[in-house]
């Protein structure tokens, strides 16, 4: 048992022992609470404990080592558990589990237990698990949390036909009833963190507990529902609130019976009514959805002169625990590696960094204002403001090296001696673009996709291409990109005409012409376009 969370969790929580029996999958309820009576008995330790009290200090003051009792060294033990899930099947029954057990003799020098011990150890651990009775409620202990099963639809105002299903999310409180709802497009862990923070929001406060149902965005894994996996968001966001999630038993709804009954309640008194109007926007649908649920909680309890919302006000609101000063954010997470250009790019923007993370994998933790850089052993680096504008560059001076021709083949002679091997046109195109940006890394990336295009296609067509550009202002990538392709066919097409033109053409008259397949070229236009120039004579 971890002692000190155990304590945490009663002192500063407030939760019961069976409460934090079912937070911590390490104990049980009366283990617990037998604990904390010992603690409480024991004059040697009080809470809040010293800074050098340790969980094994704690075991040694208040437990001493007392020996094996004498029946489990006679008697040969069972598992109640598979007891219970026997007993399911139809036609079996307690006496005949025992003949079974019985049959089995002495293991290890312990021999079965009667029938009538049997039943009775048995008995004693149902009693204990099949709580049935009312759980009584106490104020800002619990909120519960799950979907409804009916949804609502956003319409295309274009196309009508076309509709987007929303999801309606329900938080409520185990003591007053008071609840909160909201539609969801997607039910992925950002809309599910968002929402609740939203709900967190309206009630003003946090329960010690909360309870959620089994599905994704919560829970990963609850098969026993003893030891739960949680959606590591989901567990970072009830660190951040200084919660405890306790999932519900899986296909239980027993477990979590407040929201349960809301589900019903929005679905029969809500949902069915605003099923039958139309939405072309969220956050239309859930302004209605709120003044709804607003009525419902302020609707006076059948049979009595109070509503949920006056028990809230009244006996629940002031026992929530605080909210923190910020709100939990979720993080995108994703693996980056800065290029040569001294950046990394994250959803189509270019960051920047020093020289010494030059080639290294980074990790990138993207929340809605910042990006939060960490190395590949999750150590801090620094931050980013967020961009949202594609192709954005944000950039701290500090990064830019002064100089480049240290910095590997990636600087501004090498771009410049490549676009002059192809041509003049291709040269004063890379300039301009190296011109643009106030950091010639900046441009590092177009120069080599411009360049790359002669090896692609040919010298021959980027150099066209680029002509053009520059003449009509248009020195960018996109330009080259969208282009290129069209000067390499008609390079392609009059390369293939030289070849099969007849020698015999060549010496006609200026004023004639050249027919191939219903084209026609004046001789000469298409000297000029091979560079040669000449005289009317010749």
């Not at 390490?26 to 009080?46: A, I, M, Q, W």
């Not at 980056?336 to 250009?341: E, I, Y």
């Amino acid at each position: 048992m971890d002692y000190k969370k155990v304590l945490r969790l009663h002192f500063v929580n407030h939760l019961s022992g069976r409460e934090i029996a079912e937070s911590c999958s390490d104990c049980g309820k009366t283990s617990v609470n037998e604990f904390l009576k010992r603690f409480r008995e024991c004059p040697e330790l009080s809470y809040p404990l010293q800074k050098d009290i340790t969980n094994e200090y704690i075991e040694g003051l208040l437990y001493k080592r007392p020996g094996v009792p004498e029946d489990q060294l006679l008697y040969r033990d069972f598992s109640k558990e598979a007891v219970y899930k026997a007993l399911a099947r139809k036609g079996e029954t307690l006496k005949h589990l025992w003949q079974k057990y019985n049959a089995v003799g002495v293991v290890d020098g312990r021999k079965p237990m009667s029938y009538r011990q049997y039943c009775r150890r048995y008995s004693e651990w149902a009693d204990s698990k099949q709580i049935t009775f009312h759980i009584q409620r106490y104020p800002g202990v619990n909120l519960e949390l799950d979907y409804a099963g009916k949804q609502l639809y956003l319409h295309n105002r274009r196309n009508p036909e076309e509709t987007t299903k929303v999801t309606i999310f329900i938080a409520a409180l185990t003591y007053s009833d008071y609840f909160y709802a909201e539609g969801m497009v997607e039910c992925d862990i950002r809309n599910w963190i968002r929402v609740n923070n939203n709900a967190l929001a309206y009630f003003g406060g946090v329960t010690p507990t909360v309870t959620p149902d089994n599905c994704k965005v919560a829970v990963n894994r609850n098969k026993d529902w003893i030891s739960p996996v949680l959606n590591k968001d989901f567990q970072a966001w009830a660190e951040h609130n200084d919660t405890v999630i306790t999932p519900a038993k899986a296909k239980s709804p027993r477990w979590k019976p407040i929201v349960e009954g809301h589900v019903k309640i929005i679905t029969m008194h809500i949902l069915v009514d605003m099923d039958e109007m139309t939405f072309y926007s969220l956050d239309e649908l859930n302004r209605v959805l709120m003044e709804r649920v607003s009525a419902e909680n302020s609707k006076s309890f059948e049979g009595l002169t109070y509503s949920r919302y006056d028990l809230f006000t009244t006996e629940e609101k002031e026992t929530l625990l605080p909210l923190p000063l910020n709100c939990f954010e979720y993080l995108e997470r994703k693996t980056v590696k800065v290029a040569q250009d001294f950046s990394f790019t994250f959803d189509k923007v270019h960051y920047s960094m020093p020289r010494k993370y030059l080639r290294q994998e980074l990790e990138i933790r993207a929340g809605e204002k910042e990006i939060y850089v960490y190395n590949k052993h999750s150590d801090y680096i620094r931050t980013h403001k967020r961009s949202y504008t594609p192709k954005d560059w944000v950039i701290i001076p500090t990064d830019m090296p002064a100089e480049y021709k240290d910095y590997g083949y990636w600087n501004v002679p090498y771009f410049q001696q490549k676009a002059s091997s192809i041509g003049p046109n291709t040269r004063v195109l890379i300039d301009a673009v190296i011109r643009k940006y106030a950091y010639p890394v900046q441009a590092f990336r177009s120069c080599f996709g411009i360049l790359r295009y002669a090896e692609r296609y040919s010298p021959e067509a980027l150099e066209r291409c680029c002509k053009d550009a520059v003449l009509t202002g248009k020195c960018n990538y996109s330009y080259i990109c969208n282009t290129v392709s069209t000067y390499h066919t008609v390079a392609s097409s009059e390369s293939a005409s030289q070849d099969e033109k007849p020698q015999s053409n060549v010496q006609a008259s200026v004023s004639g012409t050249y027919k191939d397949n219903d084209s026609k070229y004046s001789l000469k236009n298409l000297l000029k376009r091979q560079g040669t120039e000449v005289s009317h004579e010749e």
